[in-house]
């Protein structure tokens, strides 16, 4: 046996219904655990997670859009984590802001989370899904198997990664639960070495409460961070936001169907810039910021856009502290699967999608780790506010119920 047995997990967009004959010892339970009350550990860990994970993007990226899905990451490691032990868990737990919470709640609250999430608004077409691609020869351990099962909804396929057509059938599934949006993240043929695809998927279609009128929109300049400028479609809507202006920035929110889900718009004052107001977007700023939004009549001008983004989070998440989880002699993941060498992760990519325009936004994400076996009221009515939106700036779309991000970009070249 090589001692460089590759195990690929894969967090996707997406997910597939299969049940494998190789992992038929572990029975899935009738239902998925989603009783009880949301546990806001969750909401508060996953957002911090996600804002320290953007921060270190951003920084290594600093002139190019960056569009991330905080949930989908976080919901992807959570189930990893499942079968990490030692200090690679308790390093993962803390990158991932869950040191507070045992991995019993971790996983109890994240299945509260997805079903909060997935019941949101019936307006909104919003898809949360897991999966797990077994390789056929590999035993896999019935707990961390059933943890993925019973609290992430987890389905589960065994594949003969060596056949020809594995990687197609993986592809072709990752592009019909993202609606084409995402059209592969396997690569083909499958690394020999590689024994399991773990598959996270997030989708999300929804239109605005109140849309743009497309015959408002027309073209401008957008300055772009080296002070060139290019022609943007620049949309127009005069409304009654809910709105929030101070020294650094203007924000304005926008909400979807019946205004469960929003995406809020942050655009940097012009001497405060997009870098500087990067660093203030933290956890603790960004929850002080949702309860100053009051409502203000004004023009909002916004470009329409589209954007796909892809990076390896390997850096990155290593330098929020799991680098122990990346180390083939280090790692422990000893409660994934029966094998004679250690599993490390040896890859980590994510994949997203944004399409935003007069009538809505659709939006998709795919992450993928790979890992290998090795060594109030106002008294006085406000002037109108004009927030004109000719530079790069912030976006996110929230659950407003929750608190929970489900998608948080820079967008610096619309």
Do not use: C
Not at 5 to 17: D, F, H
Not at 27 to 37: D, F, L, Y
Not at 147 to 168: C, G, I, K, M, W
Not at 260 to 278: K, N
């Amino acid at each position: 046996m090589r001692r460089n047995v590759v195990l690929t997990i894969i967090i996707v967009a997406v997910a597939l219904l299969a049940v494998s004959t190789l992992l038929l010892a572990t029975p899935k339970p009738a239902s998925t655990t989603v009783a009880g009350e949301l546990d806001e550990r969750i909401v508060a860990a996953n957002n911090d997670f996600g804002f320290k994970l953007f921060g270190r993007l951003t920084s290594s990226a600093p002139t190019k859009n960056v569009f991330i899905s905080p949930s989908s990451v976080a919901f992807a490691l959570a189930m990893t984590l499942n079968g990490a032990g030692g200090e690679t868990k308790n390093a993962m737990a803390r990158a991932l802001s869950l040191s507070a919470m045992t991995l019993d709640e971790v996983n109890a609250a994240s299945a509260v989370l997805m079903n909060e999430l997935l019941s949101a608004d019936e307006e909104v077409e919003l898809s949360i899904a897991n999966s797990l691609w077994a390789r056929l020869d590999v035993r896999f351990l019935p707990g961390f198997i059933r943890a993925n099962r019973s609290h992430y909804d987890a389905e589960v396929t065994a594949l003969d990664f060596a056949s020809p057509q594995a990687a197609p059938w993986i592809n072709t599934w990752v592009s019909n639960k993202t609606q084409g949006k995402i059209s592969d993240i396997v690569d083909d043929p499958i690394d020999p070495l590689t024994i399991m695809f773990l598959i996270n998927a997030i989708y999300f279609k929804a239109a605005w409460t109140e849309p743009f009128d497309p015959e408002a929109t027309r073209e401008a300049d957008f300055q772009l961070l080296t002070g060139e400028t290019k022609q943007v479609q620049r949309m127009h809507l005069f409304h009654d936001f809910r709105y929030l202006e101070t020294e650094s920035f203007q924000a304005v929110s926008l909400p979807y169907a019946s205004e469960r889900l929003s995406m809020y718009v942050f655009l940097p004052g012009e001497t405060t810039g997009l870098p500087a107001f990067q660093s203030q977007l933290t956890r603790e700023n960004w929850e002080s910021w949702m309860s100053e939004f009051s409502y203000r009549e004004g023009l909002l001008a916004l470009p329409r856009f589209k954007v796909e983004y892809g990076a390896k989070l390997n850096s990155a998440l290593t330098a929020l502290g799991m680098g122990v989880a990346f180390d083939q002699y280090l790692a422990d993941f000893s409660l994934m699967a029966e094998t004679d060498v250690p599993i490390y992760i040896s890859q980590v990519k994510h994949k997203t999608y944004i399409d935003l325009d007069e009538f809505g936004t659709e939006a998709a994400a795919v992450t993928m780790v790979e890992m290998a076996l090795g060594s109030a009221p106002m008294e006085d009515e406000p002037e109108p506010f004009e927030m004109i939106v000719d530079r790069p700036f912030i976006i996110a779309i929230r659950d407003n119920e929750t608190g929970a991000l489900l998608f948080l970009g820079s967008i610096v070249e619309p």
